[in-house]
């Protein structure tokens, strides 16, 4: 029996039209550039169906492949700043909240197996 994803198969409606939204932009950017998807495929050194699967947004799609296509359209800039820890406001102010110093329990290491 073959695990499901649930991620893709029925993915949060936000993250869908986000990647959606992502594959189109990567199509309009590399059409603005008239590039081929074989010529973009081979700088990224991936297989064209790799490129024409991010254009359409497949969430199968591995996250290296939107972010090579980003670096090809000179687009990382915005990329990079995804997930600025110093960016989350919500994270910021929970973090103060809690006085937690690291993500770890307190607690050490031991020889319960």
Do not use: C, H
Not at 12 to 25: F, H, K, M, N, S
């Amino acid at each position: 029996m073959t695990a499901r994803n649930l991620l893709t198969d029925a993915p949060p409606y936000e993250v869908e039209q986000a990647i959606t939204r992502l594959g189109r932009d990567l199509r309009t950017a590399r059409l603005r550039r008239n590039l081929t998807i074989k010529e973009v495929a081979a700088k990224i050194g991936t297989g064209r169906r790799a490129v024409m699967d991010a254009e359409k947004g497949k969430l199968s799609t591995g996250i290296a492949v939107y972010a090579a296509l980003l670096w090809t359209y000179d687009l990382m800039r915005p990329f990079s700043a995804l997930a600025d820890p110093l960016a989350d406001s919500d994270g910021l102010v929970l973090d103060k909240l809690s006085g937690r110093e690291r993500a770890r329990s307190g607690k050490g290491l031991d020889n319960d197996f």
